[in-house]
């Protein structure tokens, strides 16, 4: 009996990757770039399973004529890339990658936030240039991080990951969530509950760690940046589309708040030209992931994902972060077992 195929839309970790080639034939992508749907209609075609990243966008015209699929592994946590609801139609599971970058993204909206509070990459930039001609007593002035008032906007467990963070600069932490925490979690993070209007109106430096929804598409625009302080930081870690880009670069330039830092962009990897030509903002590309182990963690996790909906690895059977799990129930067949 043949082997199943497995696509894999990005390069990452091969010997990783090899924990695959006892039971499936791999067919890995040589480089990092973003398919066509034509591309990704065809790879899917007479694949088994796929391992595919946030920019492949998987529909219901990706799997059209993908007759044997029957797992697709998304290499994040978020998963607005696909359309689970045509998966799940067609008989296809879904996995992602939660809780294995809770620590390092809650890392990295802090490196953001201090470099957007203390202006580092403005001062960076400003050095470079060779600017730098002596000491300024009142030069490249920013804002305190510790004793300040930490907001956190979606308090998930990297939300509370960040809140922890805080008793360290001996920080409050306020939050504001779809629904409230238990009473345990608040007071393992020290985080107080109020709503969003308070949270806007009282946040020292807000963060952002919210998914990526209908509801939330600019949960922060003109209005919600109009309600914070005029000396705030606004951070996004979480969904390009959460913030309004164009009414941010609008409120950076007019003072309207003093400083933000982006990790995530509307129409990524296109950025906001007016967000470009800015100096109070610090831009990433989409790395807040992006240490060595927890990108091992990410790609072993989706493998994890594969080999288990085959029925192979510690899981067989049960893929340990599946998105639809009612699909396993309904499958058949030697190399989809039944859960």
């Keep these: 009996m043949s082997k199943p195929t497995v696509w894999i839309s990005r390069p990452f970790f091969p010997d990783i990757v090899d924990r695959l080639r006892p039971h499936f034939e791999v067919r890995a992508e040589s480089e990092e770039r973003a398919h066509s749907l034509e591309e990704r209609a065809a790879r899917l075609a007479d694949a088994d399973a796929a391992i595919v990243g946030l920019t492949e966008r998987i529909d219901a015209a990706a799997i059209a004529a993908a007759s044997r699929l029957r797992f697709v592994a998304n290499l994040g946590v978020g998963y607005n890339n696909l359309d689970l609801a045509a998966l799940t139609a067609a008989g296809i599971g879904a ?169 995530v962009f509307e129409g990524e990897p296109a950025v906001h030209p007016d967000l470009l030509n800015l100096e109070n903002i610090v831009l990433s590309p989409h790395i807040a992931s992006a240490s060595r182990d927890t990108r091992r963690d990410m790609a072993a996790l989706a493998v994890d994902n594969v080999l288990a909906a085959f029925g192979h690895g510690p899981h067989a059977g049960r893929p340990p972060t599946i998105l639809n799990p009612g699909v396993l129930a309904d499958a058949s067949g030697p190399d989809f077992p039944n859960a």
């Design 95 to 263: 996995s992602n990658t939660p809780d294995v970058l809770n620590e390092t993204v809650a890392d990295y909206a802090w490196a953001l936030m201090l470099a957007a509070a203390r202006r580092v990459g403005e001062a960076e930039r400003w050095l470079r240039r060779g600017e730098w001609q002596g000491f300024r007593f009142e030069g490249w002035l920013g804002a305190d991080v510790h004793g300040k008032t930490i907001g956190i906007l979606g308090m998930g467990r990297i939300g509370q990951a960040i809140a922890r963070r805080a008793s360290g600069f001996r920080a409050r932490v306020i939050y504001h969530n779809r629904s409230r925490l238990d009473a345990r979690v608040e007071q393992e993070c020290a985080a107080t509950y109020v709503d969003k209007a308070s949270l806007l109106a009282t946040s020292d430096h807000l963060i952002l760690v919210l998914p990526f929804n209908a509801q939330n598409r600019h949960a922060i625009g003109a209005a919600e940046l109009a309600a914070m302080k005029p000396t705030a930081t606004l951070v996004n870690i979480a969904r390009g589309g959460i913030v309004d880009d164009a009414a941010l670069a609008r409120a950076l330039a007019d003072g309207v708040i003093g400083a933000a830092a982006l990790d």
